[in-house]
């Protein structure tokens, strides 16, 4: 009896221990090193590889010893790479604030090799705030209706735009001061209206000065209902920076603007109730968390 258990036992241990190897190698083949040949292999991670939901990340793909291009798709979209030096390839990925929390796979190609990533998206800590507004503040007059209708759509022309990469190194904050509201807040306004904030609003005082959080191209100056005095930078790969109830503009439309350039002033034009920047990023289509996107070391 005794023997018998001691065999079990031994059984057992002999299948943990071949478990924990395999386990460990699938974990060394799927997100770290790959020996694709021994004239090629590479590296490939996912920073980070655990975000919260309307968060961005980066997928960097290091020691390729040829200069092919990786491709790479989440949720069927492509993710667009560019270089970072030699042998390095660098792209932005992003989950939209609704995605399901959960593992999503991204393939990833490069050459012959294929491969699969894992990024696991947990639920976002959004907070819920109760608002109360005068009504003329929250529901719109028929006649601003075809105007918001008509603003929505340039917006949307303005997502689609594809151009080349113009971004150089990391994002940062275009005001260094206190935050206000989170992005993802959920704000009921008079007990009914439910918005979600797209974006992040940062404290300012009137006519600060607000800084190009990258380099980028502006593609629209522009006074619009809800936003007042709007301003986008594109960097290029669909991604966009957007400052919204600025006092006035310091950069014309057109104008391609280096990091930390001075592009506008703090103000309260448009639905604001003090001066504030709201400032948010879209990567793809999508509204993400900004934070995400400044910590990302690119
Ligand atoms: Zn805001």
Redesign the pocket.
């Known amino acids: 009896m005794k023997t018998k258990n001691s065999c079990v036992l031994k059984k057992a241990l002999i299948n943990l221990l071949s478990f924990s190897s395999l386990t460990i190698l699938c974990t060394l083949f799927f997100t770290a090193f790959f020996p694709v040949s021994q004239a090629d292999a590479f590296q490939a991670e996912l920073k980070p590889a655990s975000i919260r939901q309307g968060d961005a990340f980066l997928l960097r793909v290091t020691g390729l010893n040829r200069s092919i291009e990786p491709s790479a798709m989440l949720n069927k979209k492509p993710l667009r790479f560019s270089s970072c030096g030699e042998g390095c390839f660098v792209a932005i990925g992003a989950v939209d604030l609704n995605a399901r929390a959960g593992v999503y796979r991204i393939p990833l190609k490069i050459g012959q090799h294929k491969s699969i990533l894992r990024l696991r998206v947990l639920k976002g800590r959004f907070e819920t705030i109760h608002l109360t507004l005068p009504e003329e503040k929250v529901s719109p007059v028929p006649e601003d209706i075809d105007r918001i209708k008509r603003e929505a759509g340039l917006l949307t022309s303005i997502w689609e735009i594809d151009s080349e990469r113009l971004m150089e190194g990391g994002f940062v904050f275009p005001l260094e001061n206190p935050l206000s ?1 989170p992005f993802g807040t959920k704000r009921i306004i008079n007990k009914e209206t439910v918005s979600i ?5 940062i404290k300012g005082k009137e006519g600060e000065d607000i800084h190009a959080s990258n380099r980028g191209r502006v593609v629209l100056t522009e006074e619009l209902f809800f936003g007042g005095n709007t301003l986008i930078l594109d960097h290029g790969h669909g991604i966009f920076t957007v400052y ?2 600025l006092s006035g503009f310091n950069v014309g439309l057109g104008d391609l603007v280096s990091k930390n350039d001075v592009i506008g002033f703090v103000g309260s034009s448009g639905r ?1 109730s003090g001066p ?1 920047l ?3 990023v879209k990567v793809t289509g999508m509204n993400i968390n900004p934070v995400s996107i400044t910590r990302l070391r690119l």
């Open positions: 509201t904030h797209r974006g992040l609003d919204m109830h604001s504030h709201h400032f948010g």
